[in-house]
C-alpha cells in the first residue's frame, strides 16, 4: 500500500491523480535506534519491514560547519552521495524480491550508487541520452552494469517510493543528532530530497518523537520543483548570479560543491537557523605542505581501490602503520573516500579517490 503526500492512499507507486511518487504507507512505525544494525538500518522500525536488508555502511553523516552554515556533510557515504541511502533500501527489496536482473533509468550519482549496491546481479541501466552521462559515473556504469536505451527487466528507478523511504533516514537522523536548527534545507530540481524529508518528519511525528524540523526546498530561479508543488513545504529561491557567487567563495576556500549543492547551501545561509543536507568535498588536490606519505597514498589511488596495507605493499618506503594513519586523516577530511568490502570472513576498508 502506497499514499501520495497530497492525495492519500492509493495501490500504486504513482498517484493517479497527480502523478507524482507516491511514499510507502507504514502500518507500524516507532522511533527506536537499534545501535547494532548496519548503516541505515538502525532505524529499521521506522522503515518498510523487508526479509533481506543491505547496507555499505551508509548514514549516520557528520553535521559540520563549512564556513559558517550547518552542513550535513553526504560526503561521507559509501560512494559518496545520499543516493547511497535510496540504494541500500532498493538493493535490499531487489533482493527480498529475488530478483536477480533489474533495470533502472539513469540518474546521476544514484546510478553508479545503486551499481554498486547491487553487486552480483545483472543491471541495466537505461540511459536513453548519451550526452546525458556524468564522467564520474562512466567507470563504474561501463565496468559493472550494461548502459542500454530500454530494457524489459523489472525496473528499479530513483523516483520511487523506495527511494523516498531510504533518504527520509536523513530526517531521522538530524532528529537522532539532535540538532538546534529549525530548517532543513534540500537541494530542489524534481524535490525528492525534500520530499523525502518531509516523509521522514511525518513518520516521526506519527512515532511520537519529538523533531518538528520544517523542510525547505532550495531551487534556481524560475524553476519549481514539480514534486513540490501542493506540498506544506516551502520553496526558498537563488537566483544564476548567486549560485556562481558561492561557487566561486566556496572554491577559493578549497571546498567542491556541485551547483545544486551551492544552492541549498546558499539558501541555508541567507535563511540562518538552519542545516544544508548537501555533499561537500575538500579539494584533492596536492596542496604545498603535504606529507609525503598523503602524497603516496593518494597517488596509490589513483590506479583503483586499494586498502591501506594493500598500498604500503606496493611501495613500502614508509611503515605501515604512517600509511594507515596518513589514510585515515585523508579520510576524515573528506578527501578520499572508502567502500567496505566483504573478503572471505572479514570485511575491510577498500580506500578510493572521491
Ligand atoms: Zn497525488
Known amino acids: 500500500m ?49 526479509p533481506v536488508r543491505r547496507s555499505l555502511g551508509e548514514g549516520l553523516t557528520p553535521l559540520t560547519s563549512v564556513d559558517g552554515v550547518r552542513v550535513k556533510n553526504e560526503r561521507f557515504n559509501p560512494t559518496g552521495s545520499y543516493a547511497d541511502r535510496a540504494s541500500a533500501l532498493i538493493s535490499s527489496y531487489v533482493a527480498s524480491r529475488g530478483w536477480e536482473r533489474v533495470s533502472s533509468l539513469y540518474e546521476p550519482d544514484f546510478s553508479r550508487s545503486l551499481v554498486r549496491y547491487l553487486e552480483g546481479a545483472e543491471v541495466e541501466v537505461i540511459a536513453p541520452d548519451p550526452l546525458a552521462l556524468e564522467a564520474e559515473d562512466l567507470a563504474v556504469l561501463t565496468s559493472r552494469a550494461r548502459l542500454v536505451t530500454r530494457s524489459q527487466a523489472p525496473s528499479v528507478d530513483y523516483a520511487s517510493p523506495w527511494s523516498v523511504e531510504g533518504l527520509k533516514t536523513i530526517a531521522l537522523e538530524i532528529c ?158 573528506g578527501e578520499i573516500c572508502y567502500d567496505i568490502v566483504r573478503k572471505g570472513e572479514r570485511e575491510v576498508k577498500m580506500y578510493r579517490l572521491c
Not at 33 to 48: A, D, F, N, T
Not at 222 to 250: A, C, F, I, Q, W
Not at 318 to 325: D, E, G, S
Open 2 to 50: 502506497y499514499e501520495c503526500l497530497r492525495h492519500g492512499p492509493t495501490e500504486e507507486e504513482r498517484c493517479p491523480k497527480c502523478g507524482a511518487v507516491a511514499t510507502v504507507l507504514l502500518e507500524e512505525v516507532a522511533f527506536r535506534v537499534e545501535r547494532k544494525e548496519k548503516g541505515i538500518w538502525r532505524y529499521w522500525s521506522m522503515l518498510p519491514s523487508l
Open 176 to 333: 537522532e543528532q539532535r540538532a538546534r536548527e529549525s530548517f532543513i534545507v534540500a537541494p530542489s530540481k524534481s524535490g525528492l530530497l525534500a520530499l523525502s524529508l518531509l516523509k521522514g518528519l511525518r513518520d516521526l511525528e506519527r512515532a511520537g518523537a519529538e523533531c518538528p524540523y520544517q523542510v525547505v526546498g532550495a531551487s534556481l530561479r524560475g524553476r519549481d520543483p514539480p514534486l513540490l508543488e501542493g506540498l506544506p513545504v516551502r520553496v526558498e529561491k537563488v537566483g544564476e548570479e548567486e549560485v556562481y557567487e558561492t561557487l566561486t567563495k566556496l572554491s577559493a576556500k578549497g571546498f567542491r560543491v556541485k551547483p545544486l549543492a551551492a544552492i541549498g547551501y546558499a539558501v541555508a545561509s541567507s535563511l540562518g537557523d538552519a542545516i544544508a543536507v548537501v555533499t561537500v568535498a575538500v579539494r584533492p588536490a596536492l596542496r604545498p605542505g603535504r606529507s609525503s606519505v598523503k602524497r603516496l597514498v593518494l597517488s596509490a589511488l589513483e590506479g583503483g581501490r586499494k586498502t591501506a596495507y594493500e598500498i604500503w605493499k606496493e611501495r613500502p618506503v614508509f611503515t605501515l602503520r604512517a600509511v594507515y594513519k596518513a589514510a585515515r586523516e585523508l579520510e576524515e577530511r
